[in-house]
């Protein structure tokens, strides 16, 4: 079957704009997840969403980031005002259900540029 | 502080050569995962345990929850092993996922 699907798979923009990053999980995934890996920076968790359960928010890291999920299914991660240090690839994972028990399938990123 | 860290952060090792790779958490987990990240960027899930052992072909991952600590191990390695490994913990219930920097391992023929 298909696996994770993100788009765009590249993405360039100029500082100050939004922009909107979208993810397809494996279709009966419960789980959603979105992580950022920075160059030279290694990943870093941002969100993660289990059914249609509302999120903690808390890992985002400004109020510039938000993230939602339609009908328990696709997710769009919107960056709000782009800065530099947004610069990153953003991946998508999703999985069966969420904790110890199930196995995350990440998709390719979504690679963010802001000049 | 990093709540997870592993090491080595660079590995050369001969094709058929035993693997080590080690990995220290100080938070609380619900599971901790081994993942690989071949150039290119695509990542794979190798593990997910919360205890024990685990095998799958030539990779082994094992945990101790007292010591807070993992190892993956890579047996016979092979020049198509070379990636970089991340481990990663997770307690979900906390809304806390934290990564390791990788190691990046090249395995030469």
């Known amino acids: 079957g298909a696996g994770v699907s993100q788009s765009p798979s590249n993405k360039v923009t100029e500082k100050g704009k939004d922009v909107e990053l979208r993810c397809d999980p494996i279709s009966g995934h419960t789980a959603l997840y979105w992580y950022r890996q920075s160059l030279g920076q290694g990943l870093e968790f941002l969100i993660y969403?289990?059914?249609?359960?509302?999120?903690?928010k808390s890992g985002l890291p400004s109020d510039r980031f938000s993230a939602e999920r339609t009908g328990g299914s696709v997710s769009t991660l919107t960056i709000q005002r782009t800065q530099q240090e947004d610069s990153a690839v953003y991946l998508c994972a999703s999985s069966l259900g969420a904790g110890a028990a199930w196995e995350q399938y990440f998709g390719p990123g979504t690679r963010l540029t802001v000049t | 502080k990093n709540e997870v860290e592993q090491s080595p952060q660079n590995l050369t090792a001969q094709e058929g050569e035993f693997i080590t790779i080690n990995c220290s958490y100080s938070v609380g987990i619900s599971a901790l995962h081994w993942l690989q990240q071949h150039p290119g960027g695509g990542i794979v899930s190798l593990f997910m345990?919360?205890?024990g052992k685990k095998k799958h072909g030539r990779l082994i991952a094992t945990i101790n929850i007292q010591e807070k600590h993992s190892s993956l191990h890579i047996t016979a390695s092979h020049p198509r092993d070379s990636a970089v490994y991340i481990c990663a913990v997770d307690n979900l219930g906390g809304n806390q996922f934290y990564f390791g920097t990788g190691t990046s391992l090249t395995v030469i023929p």
């Open positions: 345990l919360s205890s």
């Open positions: 969403f289990q059914g249609n359960s509302a999120p903690d």
